[in-house]
């Protein structure tokens, strides 16, 4: 039975969004049968792409788009789900799809594995080419793909020059480039400046002292919960303690300790995440930064039921990260289309694999794809309205983003939405975005040094949701609790590599 992939695991999702992907539906996500290659096409190079669930859809129209050339090279997409040995993995016994659970995906991904460490059929690689998306990154850290600078030397289009030399720099490993992201954003909190005052990075006793001198009545985040404080400022920066480049975790980490025990000070809701209760005493709340949208960010009145907008750049708010001792607490993370080329595959193969992966990060490509334009009409005036939906993230390439802020900026993409609906977003704002806005966006993201992997196993998610709902509940202390993140997550990452 040919079942959707239209499932975004929980692995991708469960930090807001951040690394996850629209998938494609459709069964031309599976590689086509030879007999359906036309017949000019038969001889030509097969680049193979892993995918366990699904391509995104401006991705497969790209596919589409590139076969149908006459260049010698026909990319095909090998979907692992639609294998005979998993072919039933997640369907109950109404033959519906549920999604996977944790032993099939592990399944799964032991083929894909053995798949690349003993064959030379898969060509290229991304998160989506894996149930567990952390498989990707310890394979990229351990050299298992190209260095894409070797491609780019001889691009003219796509080249250090034309990409953010920025997010470059942050995805090299020892100066070489296994994979750059099409599309990324930036993860920080904000807060208003009378309470949190104008620094931008705190250390957690800067962010600890800050909150004791804040009014009666306040909330972090919009909530008092200690389950729902966890939720919303720890598990967001869970990443800080995991180091994919030498398979480690610190969860035993004095940063981790007492921002735990910050959340442990406030009542708990018997281990459970509850609704917010929402006042206008906010001590920070979470900012991510996912387009130049951003820039104008809103504020919810309470007492007057009505959104408040403001320009970031203002200065009546701050950003100011994620607590950590180094001052590093905001992050950039990949959002769309991160994907490596396998080493283990001829010069030949590597040459024309680059040749289809170059075209993600083309200026038209990534202009395009920015902003999905749709067209509705009105059955009984006749009229048509157009809505843009637009990607989170900024385009690595230059000229893309530049195309995009302009965009913004004379009104090109009126009357958006966003992939994940978000009340904080600015859509009914009357404030336009300007220059300014655009150059305080850049400026933030040009000042953050930290890339992480954001796309977290949903089973280490559960090894630390699993002791930190214990600990909030009152069930075992908070020595025992460190104990056992630290030692179930080392078993957990040393099982990955």
């Known amino acids: 039975m040919k079942k959707k992939a239209a499932f975004l695991l929980a692995a991708l999702t469960l930090l807001t969004g951040c690394g996850s992907s629209p998938v494609s539906g459709s069964d031309s996500t599976i590689a086509p049968d030879s007999s359906d290659v036309p017949e000019e096409h038969k001889d030509d190079t097969v680049i193979t792409i892993a995918s366990v669930h699904g391509i995104w859809e401006p991705m497969q129209k790209l596919i589409d788009e590139f076969n149908a050339r006459d260049n010698g090279?026909?990319?095909?997409?090998?979907?692992?789900?639609?294998?005979?040995?998993?072919?039933?993995?997640?369907?109950?016994?109404?033959?519906?799809?549920?999604?996977?659970d944790t032993d099939e995906l592990k399944m799964i991904d032991f083929r894909v594995t053995q798949d690349l460490l003993n064959k030379d059929t898969i060509d290229l690689v991304g998160q989506f080419s894996f149930g567990n998306a952390a498989k990707y990154e310890i394979f990229k850290q351990r050299g298992g793909f190209c260095d894409l600078y070797e491609f780019m030397k001889d691009d003219p289009e796509v080249n250090p020059d034309t990409l953010s030399k920025h997010i470059l720099e942050l995805n090299e490993r020892d100066g070489k480039l296994y994979s750059m992201p099409a599309y990324y954003a930036a993860w920080s909190m904000t807060g208003k400046s009378g309470y949190v005052g104008t620094e931008r990075n705190w250390t957690v006793s800067e962010f600890i002292d800050r909150w004791e001198k804040m009014p009666e009545g306040a909330t972090v985040n919009g909530t008092n919960v200690a389950e729902n404080i966890y939720y919303d400022v720890l598990r967001t920066n869970t990443t800080a303690f995991v180091d994919y480049v030498n398979c480690e975790v610190h969860f035993d980490s004095p940063d981790f300790r007492r921002m735990l025990e910050f959340c442990s000070a406030f009542p708990s809701n018997m281990g459970q995440k509850s609704e917010h209760d929402y006042n206008d005493v906010r001590f920070v709340q979470v900012a991510p930064i996912f387009n130049y949208k951003s820039a104008i960010a809103s504020e919810m009145n309470y007492a007057e039921h009505k959104s408040e907008y403001y320009r970031l750049r203002d200065g009546s708010h701050t950003l100011v990260g994620f607590p950590t001792s180094d001052r590093r607490g905001?992050?950039?993370?990949?959002?769309?289309?991160?994907?490596?080329?396998?080493?283990?595959?001829?010069?030949e193969k590597q040459q024309a694999a680059w040749k289809f992966?170059?075209?993600?990060?083309?200026?038209?490509?990534?202009?395009?794809?920015?902003?999905?334009?749709?067209?509705?009409?009105?059955?009984q005036t006749g009229e048509t309205s157009v809505q843009y939906v637009l990607l989170l993230g900024f385009p690595i390439n230059n000229a893309a983003r530049a195309n995009i802020a302009e965009g913004f900026i004379n009104g090109s993409y009126e009357n958006t939405n966003t992939i994940i609906p978000e009340d904080e977003y600015a859509q009914d704002s009357d404030l336009r975005l300007e220059q300014a806005d655009i150059d305080f966006i850049d400026e933030y993201i040009s000042s953050i040094d930290r890339w992480e992997f954001q796309s977290t196993d949903r089973e280490l998610f559960s090894i630390v949701e699993d002791e930190v709902l214990a600990y909030l509940h009152g069930e075992q202390d908070i020595d025992s609790t460190i104990d056992l993140i630290q030692n179930r997550a080392s078993i957990w990452i040393s099982e990955q590599s």
């Open 73 to 100: 090279i026909r990319v095909e997409v090998k979907n692992y789900a639609e294998e005979e040995d998993f072919k039933d993995f997640g369907i109950d016994e109404k033959g519906v799809f549920n999604g996977y």
């Open 330 to 347: 905001a992050y950039l993370c990949s959002t769309h289309l991160e994907l490596s080329i396998c080493a283990n595959i001829s010069a």
């Open 357 to 379: 992966l170059r075209e993600l990060y083309t200026e038209q490509f990534q202009t395009d794809s920015f902003a999905d334009r749709i067209e509705s009409r009105n059955p």
